[in-house]
């Protein structure tokens, strides 16, 4: 049997040149929104709804939802917490629906929703994702949420170190220049991810904003095996697979 | 004075994210049309009139034009020679107006014709390129043509060795997350340009149609001084600069 195929799309914007209603898509959107849902499952939550305007999120909490939303490092007047994964407690979501509130990373969802299906992925779910996408013998796009539209170096790196196990797995091979560039960007990055990470544009914003107390969290490997799954307009925890 | 700003847009599908009106844009598609019209200038052609689609071409052609127009790998049956850099040699090109047919590249100027001045960027004069955003003191982007709004490796490469001399000179800067990756992988592969180039997918597309004569010619750094400039809608060489 053939190997399958990864694929790296930089950005939402460039997504339609990549779409495929066979691939398996994994967003990815590191600083914040995909490690907070990670997160929020790891503690129990049993539903993310995923929503990306500050309306939706709104109209949302008016109907009792409990919803997780900021901007610009604020947290929303109407939201119970905003957007860190560290405030995805066990004592907050346990057996909870959350609205959370993104909006790079919930237009990526919604795109990749065409694919045959759409997973959470982040550092801290890197080996599950890759186990999963190994077991099911399907091709890969990592969609990478990146910056309004534009490239960034976390979700890059992500998507590289995805790469660099799924070819290194003997499973997958790729032809796609993003993939490349992201694995040897990986590669040059994996021994101070941190330090690597500390250049970037996005590291930077955060700092700014008094938000990158995340960043050494987010950042770390594999500290579940829980993966998240979109179902409908909400995400699960993918069941049969831990 | 504040440092001046180089941004690297990986996709014309991203453009619309970077488009600044003040900034001098660099459009790169190494392989191959940006290097076979620096070729072209280089071997004393007066005017480039680039053209998107074989339609465009043939009307040239019609017009009495001397037309540059292959696809996959084939000369048109109505136009005088193929895309090569190859074909652009002084007995052929010198004070002539050529038509050069390009999907990408060509999508690539019409985009970058917003900012305050569109150059033709290849390795082949790179330094000269940024001798001269030196010495405009404005922003620069490069704009990589890509491969069917793609991020591909080759132009990335040039992207980054235009970023690293650019902030070595100490008169730019950069918190362009594209800039940063790309100058990395230029880094990693400029001591081996030809073998790192080798992985990617538009070196497979070349060879599997026997193009890839051209790689090692379009890879060279700095044979000229020349830089193509838009003027209206053709290319002429930048006069009082080389």
Same sequence: chains 1, 2.
Avoid at 33 to 43: D, E, K, P, R, V
Avoid at 109 to 123: D, E, H, P, R, T
Avoid at 149 to 169: C, P, R, V, W
């Amino acid at each position: 049997m053939g190997k399958n195929k990864i694929e790296v799309c930089f950005s939402p914007a460039l997504y339609p040149y990549f779409e495929n209603p066979e691939a398996i898509v994994v967003v990815s959107d590191i600083l914040r929104a995909s490690s907070a849902i990670c997160t929020a499952f790891i503690n129990g939550a049993d539903r993310i709804i995923p929503v990306g305007t500050i309306e939706e999120a709104r109209e949302f909490k008016s109907r009792g939802y409990m919803v997780a939303a900021e901007r610009d490092g604020i947290v929303k007047d109407f939201a119970d917490f905003g957007n860190s994964p560290f405030n995805f407690t066990p004592e907050r979501v346990n057996n909870k629906h959350i609205v959370y509130s993104t909006t790079n990373g919930t237009q990526a969802v919604q795109l990749a929703s065409s694919g045959y299906k759409v997973i959470i992925g982040a550092f801290l779910n890197l080996q599950a994702l890759c186990d999963y996408a190994i077991s099911e013998s399907r091709d890969i796009i990592v969609l990478c949420a990146g910056w309004k539209h534009k490239f960034n170096l976390e979700d890059t790196l992500f998507a590289g170190a995805m790469t660099d196990l799924l070819i290194e797995s003997g499973k997958f091979e790729t032809i796609c220049d993003s993939a490349l560039a992201s694995r040897d960007l990986w590669n040059l990055a994996r021994h101070d991810l941190i330090g690597y990470v500390d250049k970037s544009a996005q590291r930077n914003r955060l700092k700014k904003n008094g938000l990158d107390d995340v960043i050494e969290y987010c950042l770390s490997l594999d500290l579940s095996r829980i993966i998240p799954v979109l179902e409908k307009d909400y995400l699960v925890k993918l069941s049969g697979f831990e």
